[in-house]
T-cell receptor, first 115, second 110 residues
Framework: NAGVTQTPKFRILKIGQSMTLQCAQD?????MYWYRQDPGMGLKLIYY???????DKGEVPNGYNVSRSTTEDFPLRLELAAPSQTSVYFC??????????????FGDGTRLSIL | QKEVEQNSGPLSVPEGAIASLNCTYS??????FFWYRQYSGKSPELIMS????GDKEDGRFTAQLNKASQYVSLLIRDSQPSDSATYLC??????????FGKGTMLLVSP
């Protein structure tokens, strides 16, 4: 049981390039989330999904896209990378939020630098 | 807009002391409250959850919730240098997402 797996762990991109951050979970969680964390700024929600085929915007979605074709996978795509997207990206998952008592479980993160 | 406020710290305590971490939240309808620990360069790790007013204890950790005051706290007894980390407070207001505070850095000196 690997939990939440993110790849790659590190990446350097040039301005204007595109890439996809991968996230997979093997806990059969139906909810999945993408966050970015900048130094001293806490976790900011980019996008989330409540099930396959269903996604919604979080607090900071501009410059990103997501898709959810399976329960297990929730990739995050960066189009036209900009220096402002330099950050640490975390993927998380949880069971259905019925009663809102389900905590989120995090992957190890992807450290992304845009130069 | 839902807000979760934490003192950024650092909170410095000597080894063996009690560390007290505090969090306030703006949404009176909030239902679930979580504390995550994040070591430098690592991902957040869940350490406590609390849903009802009062105290909840788990080993050296005690979470305290006061919904009337919109206040949640985390006490760490017998603090160890290995407890040095950033502690994130997270609040669920009954929707699909959590709102996180910016975290409090705790430093435990030997």
């Amino acid at each position: 049981n690997a939990g939440v797996t993110q790849t790659p762990k590190f990446r350097i991109l040039k301005i204007g390039q595109s890439m996809t951050l991968q996230c997979a979970q093997d806990m059969n969680h139906n909810y999945m989330y993408w966050y970015r964390q900048d130094p001293g700024m806490g976790l900011k929600l980019i996008y989330y999904s409540v099930g396959a085929g269903i996604t919604d915007k979080g607090e900071v979605p501009n410059g990103y896209n997501v898709s959810r074709s399976t329960t297990e996978d929730f990739p995050l795509r960066l189009e036209l990378a900009a220096p402002s997207q330099t950050s640490v990206y975390f993927c998380a998952s949880s069971y259905s939020q019925t009663g809102s008592r389900q905590p989120q479980h995090f992957g190890d993160g992807t450290r992304l630098s845009i130069l | 807009q839902k807000e979760v406020e934490q003192n950024s710290g650092p909170l410095s305590v000597p080894e063996g002391a009690i560390a007290s971490l505090n969090c306030t939240y703006s949404d009176r309808g909030s239902q679930s409250f979580f504390w995550y620990r994040q070591y430098s360069g690592k991902s957040p790790e869940l350490i406590m959850s609390i849903y009802s007013n009062g105290d909840k204890e788990d080993g050296r950790f005690t979470a305290q919730l006061n919904k009337a005051s919109q206040y949640v706290s985390l006490l760490i007894r017998d603090s160890q240098p290995s407890d040095s980390a950033t502690y994130l407070c997270a609040v669920n207001s009954g929707y699909s997402t959590l709102t996180f505070g910016k975290g409090t850095m705790l430093l435990v000196s030997p």
